[in-house]
């Protein structure tokens, strides 16, 4: 079956960087347009960045200059550099894979990731 697996998070103090990335299995990764989301303590879950199959990136404007995506389909991964952290940044930060064949969608979650930025 599909899995996600994410890795890299951690306590970070503002201002300084960290590199998600996301492990994908039992599935052809070329053909999934992959995503990172974030969801804060009481706030609702919100895209972060994305990243198309053809490689096209889009951000978030709260990340944008700061955030990197990018996907590496020889070793199945997709990565989030993350650079200037705020703490305003704290958060679980998710992997997302997605994809639509006609009118069905195949929708898959990692488990999630912990980021923490303070001092």
């Known amino acids: 079956q599909v899995q996600l697996v994410e890795s890299g998070g951690g306590l970070v103090q503002p201002g300084g960087s960290l590199r998600l990335s996301c492990a994908a299995s039992?599935?052809?990764?070329?053909?999934?347009?992959m995503g990172w989301y974030r969801q804060a303590p009481g706030k609702q879950r919100e895209l972060v960045a994305f990243i198309t199959r053809a490689g096209t990136t889009n951000y978030t404007d709260s990340v944008k200059g700061r955030f990197t995506i990018s996907r590496d389909n020889a070793k199945n991964t997709v990565s989030l550099q993350m650079n200037s952290l705020k703490p305003e940044d704290t958060a679980v930060y998710y992997c997302?894979?997605?994809?639509?064949?006609?009118?069905?969608?195949?929708?898959?979650w990692g488990q999630g990731t912990q980021v923490t930025v303070s001092s």
């Open positions: 997302r894979a997605w994809r639509r064949v006609g009118s069905v969608d195949y929708n898959y």
């Open positions: 039992g599935m052809i990764f070329s053909f999934y347009g």
